[in-house]
């Protein structure tokens, strides 16, 4: 499933609508059960009251000394490098418009950089999905949304020839070393 936060217009203090993408009028509503003390979290059709305004913060988000870099963090948190199983010393990047793996920077934009969400268009070239399945120390595929036949991949195998600025491609599963990644924070 994929979802999506929706500003609320009567909300200033950060508070959205969840959504599922494909049915914008249904999101996460919670009712409280006070004789079980418990919370059930369901979809319902937005009704505009506080049960169904959410609003995403870290679990912790005390600055380190000295202050980090302010690009490192994302309206969530901390973002993420993004690195492959055959060369786990490169990051995914974006230079000169193609994406490539490059030596890990925490200073460069173009390694921690976010897409601007916007409400009105769908932009499926940056929707990704993940496996369940678990290809050890937490790596797996990551394809398109729209096409889940296509997996993020590295040309070539060979650890010797993964270096910094090799191009980041498209390609059929293989279940090769090329083609499994993994989400690491800056630290």
């Known amino acids: 499933m994929i979802w999506v936060a929706l500003a609320n217009s009567s909300s200033a203090d950060g508070f959205h609508r969840i959504c599922m993408v494909n049915n914008l ?9 006070n004789s079980l003390h418990v919370y059930y979290l369901y979809l319902k059709n937005f009704e505009g009251n506080d049960k169904q305004l959410w609003k995403m913060e870290p679990w912790e988000f005390t ?23 055959a060369n786990r010393g490169l990051t995914l990047a974006v230079r000169g418009g193609r994406v490539v793996l490059a030596t890990p920077n925490p200073m460069d934009e173009y390694q921690v950089g976010l897409v601007p969400y916007n409400p009105d268009f769908m932009d499926e070239s940056i929707m990704w999905s993940g496996t369940k399945r678990d290809w050890g120390d937490g790596f797996n595929c990551i394809r398109m949304i ?7 991949s590295i040309p070539s195998e060979d650890p010797r020839e993964i270096n910094d600025g090799i191009e980041v491609i498209l390609s059929v599963w293989k279940e090769g070393e090329n083609q499994l990644w993994r989400f690491y924070g800056w630290e």
């Open 25 to 33: 009028q249904l999101g996460f509503h919670m009712h409280q059960n």
């Open 63 to 85: 600055p380190i000394s000295p202050a980090p870099n302010p690009r490192r963090y994302g309206f969530d948190g901390p973002t993420k490098k993004i690195v492959c199983r």
């Open 146 to 152: 729209n096409n889940i036949n296509s997996v993020l």
